[in-house]
C-alpha cells in the first residue's frame, strides 16, 4: 500500500478571520416548555446565517474550481487477490477430500474436518476484505483555500489508575496535544481522572506552568515531535543553531526534566506538597477512588480567544462521580461524561480522543483528519470519523509479544475502507459530535419513544406555514439527552448543524453544570450508552459504538499520515499482554452474542453486507479459541492414540495438505516483507498467534460463557502502562514473562501435552516396526506446536518471572491428566 505522502506546513496565519468579520452568536434554542427564551422552537432557526468555518470562501460558481482536501486512490491488489483465491481453493480441495474419504476414518478426520472448515471461513472473511483496497491523500494546505475559518475541536484523554498509568505518561501526551498546529483558541482538553486521584491532578497542576513555554517553543520553532520527553532524548540543537535557540532549548528542556522529577517523587496524597492547606486539594480529602462526587477543575483557560493572543488551549480536569450502587460502565461511561462535560462547555462540533499513552506525532493531524471529514463544499461528505491505525514508538524489536498489529492494519485497513471504513479503535480518532449523538448522515433526526422520526427541515417547514406539527417537547427531549437544560440546547445545536452556539466565554461559570452532567445517575432513563454516546453492554466498547456508527449508515476514513498521526505504546510482557487480548476477546464476544451484533445489524438497519463479514473477522476471536485449541491438540491426541488425521504421504491429500502449508506460510512471510519487516517478527506473530488463542482469548470465550449462565460477570482489565525500570529486562524486554493469572494455565498444559505426545510418539516409532499409526505429518504439527510454545516450554526452567509459577505448572498437569485420560479411553 503506498504510504500517504507528508505534505509542507500550513500555517496557521492561514485560517485567521479578518478583523471586521466574526461568527454569528446565536442564542440558545428553546424548547417547549421552557419559558427562558423568545422562541417555541426546539431547534434553531435555518434562516440564520450558517457559522464562517462551514461557508466556503469560493463562490459557488467556482466551487467546482476548489481544491481538493483529499484524493481517494485505489491500490492494485491483483498479486495479493489472486495468492487468497489459491489459498481459499486449497482449502476448499481439503475438505472436499476429507469429506469424501470421511466414512473411512475415525473421530479425529471429522474433528479436523470441522476445524479446517472453520479455518476456511475465517480465510474468506479475511479476502472479503482486503478486496478493495483504497487509501486517501489529504492536503491541509488547501484548507484556506476553501474554509475561511476551522471548526472547533475538543480533545478528550482518558485514565483510571496512577498505579498502572503513570501520571507523567498521561502528562507527557496531554502536552503533545496542547502543541498541535491548530488554532489555540479553537481547541479544548479536557483529561478524565476515573481514579480521582489527587496524584493525577497534582501532576496536571504541575504541568500548566511548563505547558506556557513548551506550546509556543514548539509552534516558535517548528518542533516536530510535540511530546517533550520523545523530543529531548531525540534531539539535540544544531552546531549551526543561534545562540538564542540553544540557551531556550536548554531552559525548557532543564523545566521539563523538573517537572518529571516533581512528578515522580509523588506517589500518594501524603507526598503532595502542601496537600491538606492548598485549597485546590480539598475535593480530594476523604474520598475513594470507586466512591466520590465529581470534581472538575479549570487547570487553564485561555481567555484570550484568539489564535494570536492564546498562549495554549483550554484545560479542564474532570473526574465524574461513582457510587458503589451505580454502574459506571468502564471507558465507555467516562467517555460520555467528558462528551456531557465538554459540550456545556466548550461544545466543540468535532472530538478528538486519545488513551492517555497515545502521544500526537504528526503536530498537523488535526489538519489532515479535516480534509478527510470536511471534503470538498459541493460534496456530501458522509465520514463519520477519522481513524488513525495504532501505531508505537519505542516499540521492542521484531515485535516479541505479537502486539503491535502493523501487518494486520496495513492489510485490513486499506481493505475496510473499500467497504464503509476502518472500526473506530477507542483511541487516535476525530469524529463529528453529531454522531456521537446518533445522528444519521441524511440529516439530523429526532427519534421519539414509539420510533417516530421528524426531519429538522420538515420540523420547520411546517411550523413556518400552520404552526401545526407536533413540536418535540422539554420531557421528550430529556429521554434523550438528560435533564439538563443547558446540554439540551447545546446538544440540540450541534445536531441541528448549528455549531456556534454562543455558550459564555467564562468557562468557570459552567463548572456547576458540568458537574451536574457528570453525576452518577444523569444518564438514568435516557438514550446514553444505547442510541447516543458511547455504547454500553461489551468491554470493547469502541467496536460497540463503530457498528452502530456504520449501521446508521455512515462511512468512515482511515487517517493514514507520513509521519504517523499518533504513536502509543504496547504492552510489554507476557501478563500485560494476554491481559489485553483476554478483555479484547471478552469485549468482542460479548458484541457477537448480543442483540446489537452485526448479523442483526445488516437485517434491520443500514450496516452492509460486506462490513459485516469484516467485523467477524475481530468479533469471533474467542470463538476461534475453542478451534484452535482443538486443531492443537489433534497432533498430540494421535500420537498418543496411534491414530492419524492428516492423510498419508502416498494419498493425493498429503499434496494438498502440504502445498496449503508452504503456500499459507511463504504469503505471510512475504506480506511481512512486504511492510520492512523481518523473518523474526513474522515468526514472533506466528507464534503468537497460536499462544494469544490458546490462552487469553479462550479465558475471554469461558469469561463470556460464565456471564451468560449467570454465574459470575466480566470484569474489565486495565493494562499496565510499563516503565522500564533499572536493573529489569534491560539486556532482554523481548523475553517472555509469567504470573499466576489463569491464562497461562491452558497454554502450559497445551505445551505439556504436545511435549509428551511427541516424547511417546518417538518412543513407539523406535520401538516397532508397525506401519499402521500417526506419520510424518503427526509428527511435524506437533513440533510445530511446541515451536510456537518454545516460551512456555523455557518457563518450565526458568526464574523469577521467567518461570512459570508452580501453581501453574500444577494446574496444567491436571488439565493433562484429564486429557490423557480421555486418549486412554478412545
Known amino acids: 500500500m503506498p504510504p500517504v505522502s507528508s505534505t509542507p506546513d500550513v500555517p496557521l496565519r492561514a485560517f485567521s478571520r479578518p478583523a471586521s468579520s466574526s461568527l454569528p452568536v446565536n442564542a440558545p434554542p428553546r424548547v417547549q416548555g421552557d419559558t427562558a427564551g423568545p422562541s417555541a422552537n426546539p431547534l434553531p432557526d435555518e434562516s440564520q446565517p450558517r457559522p464562517s468555518h462551514l461557508t466556503p470562501l469560493n463562490p459557488p460558481e467556482l466551487a467546482s474550481h476548489a481544491l481538493p482536501l483529499n484524493e481517494r486512490v485505489s491500490v492494485n491488489n491483483t498479486l495479493q487477490r489472486l495468492s487468497d483465491v489459491v489459498i481459499l481453493s486449497l482449502l476448499l480441495s481439503l475438505l472436499a477430500y476429507r469429506l469424501a474419504s470421511l466414512h473411512r476414518h475415525g473421530t479425529t478426520w471429522l474433528v479436523a474436518f470441522v476445524c479446517e472448515s472453520w479455518f476456511a471461513f475465517i480465510w474468506f472473511l479475511y479476502l472479503n476484505a482486503r478486496w478493495n483496497r483504497i487509501v486517501y491523500r489529504s492536503h491541509p494546505q488547501h484548507l484556506a483555500n476553501t474554509y475561511g475559518d476551522l471548526p472547533a475541536v475538543d480533545m478528550f484523554v482518558t485514565t483510571a489508575d496512577p498505579t498502572l498509568e503513570p501520571p507523567i505518561i498521561t502528562v507527557d501526551t496531554v502536552l503533545s496535544l496542547l502543541a498541535l498546529d491548530y488554532p489555540v483558541h479553537k481547541l479544548a482538553c479536557y483529561v478524565s481522572d476515573d481514579g480521582a486521584s489527587p496524584v493525577t491532578f497534582f501532576s496536571f497542576s504541575e504541568s500548566v506552568e511548563f505547558a506556557k513555554l513548551w506550546v509556543p517553543f514548539c509552534k516558535k520553532h517548528g518542533v516536530r515531535v510535540r511530546e517533550p520527553s520523545v523530543y529531548f532524548s531525540s534531539t539535540e540543537p544544531q552546531l549551526n543553531s543561534s545562540a538564542d535557540f540553544i540557551q531556550e532549548w536548554r531552559h525548557v528542556k532543564n523545566e521539563y526534566e523538573e517537572l518529571s522529577r516533581r512528578?515522580?517523587?509523588?506517589?500518594?496524597?501524603d507526598q503532595i506538597p502542601n496537600y491538606h492547606s492548598n485549597d485546590e486539594f480539598k475535593d480530594f480529602f476523604k474520598i475513594e477512588s470507586k466512591n466520590h462526587p465529581t470534581i472538575v477543575k479549570i487547570l487553564w483557560e485561555n481567555k484570550k480567544g484568539s489564535e494570536q493572543e492564546g498562549i495554549m488551549p483550554h484545560l479542564i480536569y474532570v473526574a465524574r462521580e461513582k457510587r458503589p450502587e451505580h454502574p459506571h460502565?468502564?471507558?465507555?461511561?467516562?467517555?460520555?461524561?467528558?462528551?456531557?462535560?465538554?459540550?456545556?462547555?466548550?461544545n466543540a462540533p468535532f472530538v478528538l480522543n486519545v488513551d492517555c499513552d497515545m502521544l500526537a506525532n504528526n503536530p498537523q493531524v488535526i489538519l489532515h483528519a479535516m480534509c478527510l471529514l470536511l471534503g470538498?463544499?459541493?460534496?456530501?461528505?458522509?465520514?463519520?470519523?477519522?481513524?488513525?491505525?495504532?501505531?508505537?514508538?519505542?516499540?521492542?524489536?521484531?515485535?516479541?509479544?505479537?502486539?503491535?498489529?502493523?501487518v494486520l492494519q496495513q492489510s485490513l485497513v486499506p481493505g475496510i475502507q473499500g467497504i464503509q471504513g476502518p472500526f473506530y479503535a477507542g483511541t487516535g480518532c476525530l469524529q463529528r459530535r453529531k454522531v456521537i449523538y446518533g445522528v444519521p448522515p441524511n440529516g439530523s433526526r429526532f427519534k421519539k419513544k414509539g420510533g417516530?422520526?421528524?426531519?429538522?427541515?420538515?420540523?420547520?417547514?411546517?411550523?413556518?406555514?400552520?404552526?401545526?406539527t407536533e413540536m418535540l417537547s422539554r420531557e421528550e427531549l430529556q429521554l434523550f439527552y438528560g435533564t439538563s437544560m443547558e446540554f439540551m440546547h447545546s446538544a440540540v445545536q450541534i445536531t441541528a448543524g448549528i455549531?456556534?452556539?454562543?455558550?459564555?466565554?467564562?468557562?468557570?461559570?459552567?463548572?456547576?453544570?458540568?458537574e451536574m452532567v457528570a453525576s452518577c445517575s444523569y444518564e438514568f432513563n435516557t438514550a446514553w450508552g444505547d442510541e447516543i454516546g458511547w455504547v454500553y453492554g461489551s468491554m470493547t466498547e469502541d467496536i460497540l459504538t463503530s457498528l452502530r456508527c456504520h449501521s446508521m449508515g455512515w462511512r468512515t476514513v482511515a487517517l493514514m499520515l507520513d509521519p504517523p498521526a499518533f504513536l502509543g505504546s504496547a504492552p510489554v510482557g507476557g501478563p500485560a499482554s494476554l491481559t489485553q487480548h483476554k478483555r479484547w476477546a471478552t469485549g468482542l464476544l460479548e458484541i457477537l452474542v448480543s442483540k446489537k451484533n452485526p448479523v442483526v445489524s445488516v437485517i434491520t438497519k443500514e450496516l452492509m453486507l460486506r462490513q459485516c463479514l469484516a467485523y467477524l473477522i475481530i468479533l469471533v476471536w474467542a470463538v476461534r479459541s475453542i478451534v484452535e485449541v482443538c486443531y492443537a491438540l489433534l497432533p498430540a491426541y494421535c500420537l498418543l492414540s496411534n491414530s492419524t488425521f492428516l492423510p498419508n504421504t502416498s494419498e493425493v491429500g498429503f499434496v494438498v495438505a502440504l502445498a496449503l502449508f508452504v503456500t499459507y506460510n511463504i504469503y505471510t512471510l512475504v506480506e511481512y516483507f512486504r511492510y520492512g519487516l523481518s523473518v523474526r517478527a513474522w515468526w514472533n506473530n506466528q507464534r503468537m498467534q497460536r499462544i494469544y488463542s490458546s490462552t487469553a482469548w479462550l479465558l475471554g470465550f469461558f469469561s463470556v460463557v460464565l456471564k451468560l449462565l449467570g454465574i459470575s460477570d466480566t470484569v474489565f482489565e486495565i493494562t499496565q502502562k510499563e516503565q522500564q525500570r533499572p536493573g529489569e529486562d534491560v539486556d532482554d524486554p523481548g523475553r517472555f514473562t509469567f504470573d499466576s493469572s489463569p491464562p497461562f494455565v491452558p497454554g502450559t498444559a497445551v505445551m505439556l501435552v504436545n511435549l509428551w505426545a511427541f516424547a511417546v510418539g518417538l518412543l513407539r516409532v523406535l520401538s516397532t516396526t508397525?506401519?499402521?499409526?500417526?506419520?510424518?505429518?503427526?509428527?511435524?504439527?506437533?513440533?510445530?506446536?511446541?515451536?510456537?510454545?518454545?516460551?512456555?516450554?523455557?518457563?518450565?526452567?526458568?526464574?523469577?518471572?521467567?518461570?512459570?509459577?508452580?501453581?501453574?505448572?500444577?494446574?496444567a498437569m491436571v488439565m493433562v491428566g484429564l486429557f490423557l485420560q480421555c486418549c486412554k479411553t478412545a
Open 263 to 269: 512528578v515522580a517523587s509523588v506517589n500518594n496524597e
Open 329 to 346: 460502565h468502564y471507558k465507555a461511561g467516562a467517555m460520555n461524561v467528558l462528551t456531557r462535560v465538554s459540550g456545556v462547555m466548550t
Open 376 to 406: 470538498s463544499p459541493d460534496e456530501g461528505n458522509n465520514n463519520a470519523f477519522a481513524q488513525a491505525p495504532q501505531q508505537f514508538h519505542r516499540a521492542l524489536k521484531d515485535d516479541p509479544f505479537g502486539n503491535q498489529l502493523v
Open 452 to 468: 417516530k422520526f421528524f426531519s429538522r427541515l420538515q420540523l420547520l417547514e411546517c411550523s413556518s406555514k400552520d404552526n401545526s
Open 499 to 514: 455549531s456556534s452556539p454562543g455558550l459564555p466565554s467564562d468557562l468557570s461559570s459552567r463548572v456547576a453544570v458540568a
Open 770 to 811: 508397525d506401519a499402521e499409526g500417526p506419520g510424518i505429518g503427526e509428527f511435524v504439527c506437533s513440533g510445530w506446536i511446541l515451536l510456537c510454545f518454545w516460551s512456555f516450554l523455557k518457563g518450565l526452567v526458568g526464574r523469577g518471572r521467567h518461570g512459570i509459577p508452580w501453581p501453574v505448572i500444577g494446574k
